[in-house]
């Protein structure tokens, strides 16, 4: 696949989750970031990577145009952690970064909480929010902006689940319409509601309508 996207300038998202890809591929990773791909977008959650593919996928970090990047949920310690840290000051400004799900300790914690203060990373973008325990640092997880589920529209475990519509039991009609909880779609706001107004045109008097079912 990275032999051909050589020849690709315009891809923009890769996508790689849940693939198992290891370190052996996070090395073919690094080296085609080096070529200077105008990708913007790498999604490596679920892969089994450990620090030496994160230090093998820091190399290539500083040539490459990522905006967003997720090594969630792998085997990475603080020594691959500090790597990948490392090649954000020297890449591209990222807006976006998920690494919550390794086995991050104090050390990272200390270099995420001194890059948030720098402005380097800015905590409504990246997944885990460092804290303090009797004079150690800890990362929690911070619910940042669901990019990924709102992009392919699937909730929060990654994977879509089969839409359940529970029926109501009527003794008059048998099965009643169809109740749909869309528990993972985002409320439309309500809108300002607007009265009608009635002008008499007599005596010039306006009368304000207010419905009795509106709040």
């Given at each position: 696949?990275?032999?051909?996207?050589?020849?690709?300038?315009?891809?923009?998202?890769?996508?790689?989750?849940?693939n198992n890809?290891?370190?052996?591929?996070?090395e073919h990773?690094?080296?085609?970031?080096?070529?200077?791909?105008?990708?913007?977008g790498?999604w490596?959650?679920?892969?089994i990577?450990?620090?030496q593919?994160?230090r093998?996928?820091?190399?290539?970090?500083?040539?490459s145009?990522?905006r967003?990047?997720d090594?969630?949920y792998?085997r990475?310690?603080?020594?691959?952690?500090?790597?990948?840290?490392g090649?954000i000051?020297k890449?591209?400004?990222l807006?976006?970064l998920?690494?919550?799900?390794?086995s991050?300790?104090?050390?990272t914690?200390k270099?995420?909480e001194?890059?948030?203060?720098?402005?380097?990373?800015?905590?409504?973008?990246?997944d885990v929010?460092?804290?303090?325990?009797d004079?150690?640092?800890?990362?929690?997880?911070y619910?940042?902006?669901?990019?990924?589920?709102?992009?392919?529209?699937?909730?929060?475990?990654s994977?879509?689940?089969?839409?359940?519509?529970p029926?109501?039991?009527?003794?008059?009609?048998?099965?009643?319409?169809?109740?749909?909880?869309?528990?993972?779609v985002d409320p439309?706001?309500?809108e300002d509601?607007?009265?009608?107004?009635?002008?008499?045109?007599?005596?010039f008097?306006i009368?304000f309508?207010?419905?009795?079912c509106?709040p």
């Open positions: 696949m990275l032999e051909d996207l050589k020849y690709n300038e315009t891809l923009q998202l890769l996508d790689l989750c849940n890809i290891g370190d052996h591929g996070m990773l690094g080296n085609w970031l080096k070529m200077k791909p105008s990708l913007s790498l490596l959650a679920h892969n990577i450990t620090s593919g994160a093998a996928l820091s190399v290539g970090m500083p040539f145009k990522i967003m990047l090594l969630s792998n990475i310690t603080d020594d691959g952690a500090v790597d990948i840290l090649s000051k890449s591209t400004r807006w976006y998920r690494i919550f799900g390794n991050l300790g104090h050390c914690a270099i995420v001194r890059m948030l203060v720098s402005g380097v990373l800015v905590q409504e973008n990246i929010q460092p804290y303090r325990v004079h150690e640092s800890y990362l929690a997880h619910p940042s902006d669901h990019y990924k589920q709102r992009y392919y529209d699937v909730p929060c475990y994977h879509p689940q089969p839409l359940q519509i029926y109501v039991k009527n003794k008059f009609s048998g099965k009643a319409v169809p109740k749909v909880h869309f528990k993972y439309v706001p309500i509601r607007k009265y009608p107004v009635l002008v008499d045109q007599n005596n008097y009368l309508i207010l419905s009795l509106c």
